[in-house]
């Protein structure tokens, strides 16, 4: 707390007002996090456009969202291995429900299915492939650098040009 509260240039004691605890701060900026994740998605999901449009702006909010906390994704997976309920209650109590936002996902998939867009495929699979392939680059950052050979400015141009190469990916696998 004592950390915290010197890089927020603020005293130990009015930290403690405001929050008591680490653990009560700690939960109101994961839910925070959880928050701002699960609302963008559920916004892209039940918005207008096709399937395609969709998958290009959860790609982008994946992205975007992470570039700007770069350490997100390790510090939602540890807290996950601890306490796998937390992130979906926490999406829920913000009005964002994982169930809803995955019911509205497989809509739009069948409805892209049975115009011919695109092939059969389970929307819950397809769904983990986009996270997948936004998320682990940014975990994987030591090794992608290495073996890329890339500074900490070309693995950022690289991850804005993994946008369109992710949408591009996505779409070919799902051709009929």
Known sequence: ?????????????????????????????????????????????????????????????????????????????????????????????????PSMMMKTFRLAVKEATDKKQIRPVDAGQLLINIMSLCVYPFIAKPMVKAVQELDDKQFDKMILKRKEEIVDFIMNSLKP
């Open 1 to 97: 707390m004592e950390e915290i509260a010197k890089e927020a240039g603020i005293n130990r004691a009015l930290l403690h007002y405001y929050f008591r605890s680490k653990e009560r701060l700690f939960d109101l900026v994961f839910a925070q996090r959880a928050r701002e994740f699960f609302v963008g998605l559920v916004g892209i999901i039940s918005g207008a456009g096709t399937l395609e449009d969709k998958i290009r702006a959860i790609v982008a909010h994946d992205i975007d969202m992470i570039r700007s906390q770069p350490d997100l994704p390790i510090f939602i997976m540890q807290e996950l291995t601890q306490n796998p309920d937390r992130l979906v209650r926490m999406a829920a109590e913000s009005g964002a429900s």
